[in-house]
């Protein structure tokens, strides 16, 4: 199925529940040829921009300079709500996992990793996926829909309405714990191209909400074409989910392979815009045992990966209910990493936060979604977590 295609089949509606138009997600041109149907001049579209992202507010009735008929009638036609919070977990290592039900009640799940000098929120840009990774628990889940640019920015700002970071404390991001965003929740962004970019867009606007987009990296199976697209247009920090150095074993865990096999994927890295010893790619390499962890298969990696500059995070493996794989031992993965560095890259081995929530990499998914996962001799009633 072309992107295109894909795209419309999958779209996130295009109105809530009560038939009112999403403001969030809008550049500043289009709010304005939204709201010109209202006769307001140009400077109110800018003060709503002003209260949506600077301010954070959720009603238009908050909107202290709007005149009061004028926040009547947006409160009526358009919606600023963020989603519903359905559930919130904390991890004992601060991770905290929040679900979140859309207009439509599909969920999605964002999660918040503090760490010491930074703190990083993992957003989704799909309910479930299409690619169905071997080792991914999100890739069990079928594609429901697309993400619109407003559920990816509003992901974003629910963090900051939890955080109790608005306004900004700060014109900087050193004034805020969540100074940076990662889109490895779940889905594959580059699937859903056109709503990441409205959103990163909006997000990177210093105007916007003002994350520089060298704190924002998008990791991605490997979708080729828009790759190359993504690094002309937003060009923030490039992952690639790699975890295999020949194309006979990622075709075997990463379907996707078979459509952009490696050659065609390391050549967009080689030529994505801006790279240098200090903006490297990231290659992710999740660490399954007897799969892809071999002495031999950490040699291959660096040969293959040389002249690119690059990290390879190494991930172990975060297990889930019937996944059929196991993780690598801690020796393995050490003597895989000495490989690494020896042959001169930086490997380090990424330490699994929010396990015990069931928030890291390659976790999360819907919890309708979830209970369907029913251990053996119970019913899925049983298995029932909500
Ligand atoms: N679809 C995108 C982004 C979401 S996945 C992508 O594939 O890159 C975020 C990262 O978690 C990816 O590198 C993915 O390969 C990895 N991952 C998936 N399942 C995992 C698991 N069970 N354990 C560890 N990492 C996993
Ligand atoms: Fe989708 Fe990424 Fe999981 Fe693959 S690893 S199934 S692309 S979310």
Not at 153 to 178: H, S, T, V, Y
Not at 208 to 219: D, M
Not at 299 to 305: F, I, K, Q, R, Y
Request: hydrophobic share 35%; proline share 5%; aromatic share 6%.
């Amino acid at each position: 199925m072309s992107i295109a295609s894909h795209a419309g089949k999958f779209a996130a509606p295009r109105t809530d529940a009560q038939g009112r138009i999403p403001l969030i997600g809008l550049n500043p041109e289009e709010l304005k040829e939204v709201l010109s149907i209202h006769n307001l001049p140009g400077f109110r579209s800018k003060q709503v921009w002003h209260w949506l992202y600077h301010r954070g507010v959720r009603d238009f009735e908050s909107m202290a300079n709007l005149p009061k008929d004028l926040r009547a009638t947006l409160t009526e036609k358009y919606s600023i709500e963020r989603p519903k919070l359905i559930t919130e977990q904390k991890s004992e290592d601060g991770t905290i996992k929040w679900l979140l039900g859309m207009s439509d009640g599909q969920q999605v799940e964002a999660v918040f990793i503090p760490e010491a000098k930074r703190g990083t929120l993992c957003v989704s840009s799909q309910v479930g996926c299409t690619l169905t990774c071997k080792f991914c628990h999100t890739g069990t889940q079928p594609l429901v829909r697309n993400l619109g640019a407003n559920e990816i920015l509003q992901q974003i700002m629910f963090a900051r309405d939890a955080l109790d970071e608005w306004p900004a404390k700060d014109k900087k991001d050193e004034g805020r714990d969540l100074t940076n965003i990662v889109m490895m929740g779940m889905g594959e962004p580059l699937y859903n191209y056109d709503n990441v970019a409205k959103a990163l867009k909006i997000c990177m606007d210093e105007d916007g909400l003002g994350i520089s987009k060298r704190r924002i990296t998008l990791s991605t199976s490997g979708v080729v074409p828009q790759i190359v697209q993504c690094g002309e247009e937003l060009n923030v920090n490039l992952a690639i989910s790699l975890h295999a150095p020949s194309n006979e074993l990622r075709s075997s865990i990463m379907p996707i392979n078979n459509k952009y096999p490696l050659e065609e994927l390391l050549a967009a890295c080689r030529n994505y815009p801006g790279l240098s010893e200090n903006r490297r790619i990231t290659f992710e390499y999740v660490m399954l045992k007897d799969v892809n962890d071999s002495d031999e298969q950490a040699h291959s990696l660096a040969n293959l990966l040389r002249a690119i500059p690059c990290k390879i995070n190494l991930i172990p493996f975060n297990s889930w209910p019937g996944s059929g794989y196991e993780c690598s031992s801690g020796n393995r993965i050490d003597s895989f990493a000495r490989i690494l560095e020896e042959a001169g890259y930086d490997a380090p081995v990424r330490r699994a936060r929010g396990a015990d929530i069931l928030a890291a990499c390659g976790q999360l998914k819907s919890e309708s979604q979830r209970v369907r996962v029913t251990p053996p001799g119970k019913t899925a009633e049983d298995g029932k977590t909500a």
